[in-house]
T-cell receptor, first 117, second 113 residues
Framework: GAVVSQHPSRVICKSGTSVKIECRSLDFQATTMFWYRQFPKKSLMLMAT?????????EQGVEKDKFLINHASLTLSTLTVTSAHPEDSSFYIC?????????????FGDGTRLSIL | AQSVTQLGSHVSVSEGALVLLRCNYS??????LFWYVQYPNQGLQLLLKYTSAATLVKGINGFEAEFKKSETSFHLTKPSAHMSDAAEYFC???????????FGTGTQLKVEL
């Protein structure tokens, strides 16, 4: 149980392109979804927290106009990297949780490797 | 504010040897603690979690962790390492009213023949 599907797993595109990444909870309803960015050999950096039906909460230093997050249903959240540039190349990982309690674990997708040429 | 420290960014053990990955936390309230494992180019998989029940927590793949409040620690152990255990391991803490996680910097476990 608690499967999170993230798509695509890898994307390569030209600078200036917008890229959409989907995160789906397949067998549970995700009240809260999280988006992380992971640099090579580094830990996960939380970018934003999204709750179904409301605006995402972005972490300090994350440009909300650059990284658009939509959480339109209890099973789907999307991250759109707008006008991507080479410095946006990274490994992006989503996670989902049922409810907002601290003891509820997050369940992670397999990540998306984004490469901007 | 909560924080997590993982001592040792790289740990190397022989196959069959004890695995010990260290995690110390800082939290102003009783924390919830988690260990996750990440294989190359994949997301994170939950190994185990501590949520204020038993202090010795058993997880998947033979791993366990013990919550020690006096030492503010939550070290991960496995009696006998297997080659398939080679991966990156993250300790994380959650506190307060939400399930936002703070991750440690990770420990790369290498298992040698």
């Amino acid at each position: 149980g608690a499967v999170v599907s993230q798509h695509p797993s890898r994307v390569i595109c030209k600078s200036g392109t917008s890229v959409k990444i989907e995160c789906r909870s397949l067998d549970f309803q995700a009240t809260t979804m999280f988006w992380y960015r992971q640099f090579p050999k580094k830990s996960l950096m939380l970018m934003a927290t999204s709750n179904e039906g409301s605006k995402a909460t972005y972490e300090q230093g994350v440009e909300k106009d650059k990284f658009l997050i939509n959480h339109a249903s209890l099973t789907l959240s999307t991250l759109t990297v707008t006008s991507a540039h080479p410095e946006d190349s990274s490994f992006y990982i989503c996670s989902a949780a049922t409810g907002g309690a601290s003891n509820q674990p997050q369940h992670f997708g397999d990540g998306t490797r984004l490469s901007i040429l | 504010a909560q924080s997590v420290t993982q001592l040792g960014s790289h740990v190397s053990v022989s196959e069959g040897a004890l695995v010990l990955l260290r995690c110390n936390y800082s939290s102003s309230v009783p924390p919830y603690l988690f260990w996750y494992v990440q294989y190359p180019n994949q997301g994170l998989q939950l190994l185990l979690k501590y949520t204020s029940a038993a202090t010795l927590v058993k997880g998947i793949n033979g791993f366990e962790a013990e919550f020690k409040k006096s030492e503010t620690s939550f070290h991960l152990t496995k009696p006998s390492a297997h080659m398939s255990d080679a991966a990156e391991y993250f300790c994380a803490v959650s506190e307060g009213g939400g399930n936002k996680l703070t991750f440690g910097t990770g420990t790369q476990l290498k298992v040698e023949l």
